[in-house]
Structure formats: structure tokens, C-alpha cells
């Protein structure tokens, strides 16, 4: 069963698609590097070559949360899309 806080979790995922418009690459890394460490952990994989810009960014965003807990990830997740969509009206 799950917890509220994956449920709230979900519901953020799916929120952060209504956003009116599309949020600049550095909080874009950000909601990717909690996405990931709240929906599996730790970075894992080799980081991504020098010339794969995206790929190393994303990666370097992951990394970046890398010890933080599942749980605290998600809920970090939650609060920024929840700030994104309340300053966005």
C-alpha cells in the first residue's frame, strides 16, 4: 500500500504538466534530480561524455541529491512544484 507522501508524490508528477509555462533549465534540473532520487535512489550509471550536454547535466542533477532519502526527496519534489503552480497564478 502506499504511503501518502508517494501518493502526493504521483499527484505532483502529473500537477507539474499544468504548469502555464515551461520553467528555465535550472529548476527544470532540479525537479529532474529530486524526480529521480525520490523514484529510485542514488545516481546510478556512468556519467554521460562531454559532448552529451543534456545526458551530463541531468546526470550532474541527480547526482547532486546523491545520500539525501527517498522520502525527503519527494517531498521536496512536491513543495517545488507546489511553489512553481502558486506563483505561476
Not at 30 to 35: A, N, Q, S, T, V
Not at 67 to 78: D, I, K
Amino acid at each position: 500500500m502506499k504511503s501518502d507522501l508517494e501518493t502526493e508524490f504521483e499527484q505532483a508528477q502529473e500537477r507539474v504538466h499544468t504548469l502555464p509555462k515551461r520553467p528555465g533549465n535550472d529548476i527544470l534540473l532540479e525537479l529532474y534530480g529530486l524526480f529521480k532520487q525520490g523514484s529510485q535512489g542514488d545516481v546510478q550509471g556512468k556519467r554521460p561524455g562531454m559532448l552529451d550536454f543534456k545526458g551530463r547535466a541531468k546526470h550532474d542533477a541527480w547526482a547532486s541529491r546523491k545520500g539525501m532519502s527517498r522520502e525527503s526527496a519527494m517531498q521536496a519534489y512536491v513543495e517545488l512544484v507546489d511553489r512553481l503552480l502558486s506563483s505561476s497564478k
